[in-house]
Structures are given as C-alpha cells and as structure tokens.
T-cell receptor, first 112, second 115 residues
Framework: GIQVEQSPPDLILQEGANSTLRCNFS?????LQWFHQNPWGQLINLFYIPSGTKQNGRLSATTVATERYSLLYISSSQTTDSGVYFCAVFRVEIQGAQKLVFGQGTRLTINP | GAVVSQHPSRVICKSGTSVKIECRSL??????MFWYRQFPKQSLMLMAT?????????EQGVEKDKFLINHASLTLSTLTVTSAHPEDSSFYIC???????????FGSGTRLTVV
C-alpha cells in the first residue's frame, strides 16, 4: 500500500518562530489533507490541497503532486499551535475502494 | 461546513460487555463513512469502511466479528465493540466526506476504556 512519511517527528520551538513540516508519499494520490490534532483528540482540517498552494492566516501549504510531497508552513508560532500535525493522502484503489492513509505525524511543541 | 458528530466521547465498560459508538453526519448525507483507531502517541489506523445499505469493508487484521459496523442510513454509522477486553481500549474516530470535491471531516472521537 501507499506509504506516507512525515518529518520531522518532533519539533520544539519558541513562540514566534516559523516552521516547515514535510509530507512525502510513495505513490500517486487523488488528494491530500493536513490536520491538526488538538490535546482532546479532535482532528481539525487545515487544508484540502491536491496541488498548488493555499494560505489561511499564519498557515500555508504547498503540494507538488508530481514530486509526491507536501509542505505545511506555520509562521509566527503561538502556544496554541502545539499538537500533532498529520498529513493524510486520499487514494481510490483499483477495486474502487477509497482510503485516507495517514502519516505518523509531527508533534509540535511551542514554548512561551 | 460539514459536521460529523460522534457519541459518546468517553466510555468505560467492563471486560466482556459490548459498547456501541455512533457517528452521524449532521448536515450532509454520507454513503461511506470510515472508522479509525488510534493508540496513544500513534497515528490513525483505518479499521473499516462503512457502506450505507451494504456490508462494511474491513482492513486486514481487523476482526469483523469483534468490531461490528452498521450503516443503516445515509447519516448514521455505528461501531459496536463486542465482548470488549482491555486490549480494545483505544481512541476510536469516524469520518465522512460531504462530496467528492471536499476533504474528510472527522468526529470528535470516542475514548474507550475497558476495565
């Protein structure tokens, strides 16, 4: 099956710093999403980004589907940005089954 | 936007009993819903795909007789953990997609503890 690798696995920064999270995937995908999992476990959808670049406030994401990677940028980090960031790729299998496959996540800690 | 509601958010049950978790799409219809399981400090693992009006599709290694899935309507899928044991303790999350042109939305999850 498709492999999704995220890096770095852990990232500790001071408030105000910028960061870049990476997601590599091993095969062509139909779509890609970035999520933030808060301390209560809720998965918050950040971006639905099959290709190109999107921005939402201090966050932006870029997916280069032909090179099989996506990047999530967080600028001017705040303590509330702490949590786990997941990349998930959506793929329609040959048999028609749909799957959303997750990477292992990047655990981000923003210190005041 | 699309909202997926999941209940209960937390449940503690005795070993050997069964627990039902509900997943509802509140403002859209979902012919397909997905059930995930997440252990502490790990990623989400797809357990099964719930199909409205037909049998669920289970991922390899997931016991279909232990994790019963029913998708009886276009807005409701249920996961029943039968004869639960402590090793079934985990965080269970469901998801659905409003349309082919939108991403997946997740429920708030259910933390199951079997004692």
């Amino acid at each position: 099956g498709i492999q999704v690798e995220q890096s770095p696995p852990d990232l500790i920064l001071q408030e105000g710093a910028n960061s870049t999270l990476r997601c590599n995937f091993s095969d062509s995908v139909n779509n890609l999403q970035w999520f933030h999992q808060n301390p209560w476990g809720q998965l918050i959808n950040l971006f639905y980004i099959p290709s190109g670049t999107k921005q939402n406030g201090r966050l932006s994401a870029t997916t280069v589907a032909t090179e099989r990677y996506s990047l999530l940028y967080i600028s001017s980090s705040q303590t509330t940005d702490s949590g786990v960031y997941f990349c998930a790729v959506f793929r329609v299998e040959i048999q028609g089954a749909q799957k959303l496959v997750f990477g292992q996540g990047t655990r981000l800690t923003i210190n005041p | 936007g699309a909202v997926v509601s999941q209940h209960p958010s937390r449940v503690i049950c005795k070993s050997g009993t069964s627990v039902k978790i509900e997943c509802r799409s509140l403002d859209f219809q979902a012919t397909t819903m997905f059930w995930y399981r997440q252990f502490p400090k790990q990623s989400l693992m797809l357990m099964a795909t719930s199909n409205e009006g037909s049998k669920a599709t289970y991922e390899q290694g997931v016991e279909k007789d232990k994790f019963l899935i029913n998708h009886a309507s276009l807005t409701l899928s249920t996961l029943t953990v039968t004869s639960a044991h402590p090793e079934d303790s985990s965080f269970y999350i469901c998801s659905a997609r409003e349309s082919a042109f939108r991403g997946y939305t997740f429920g708030s999850g259910t933390r199951l503890t079997v004692v």
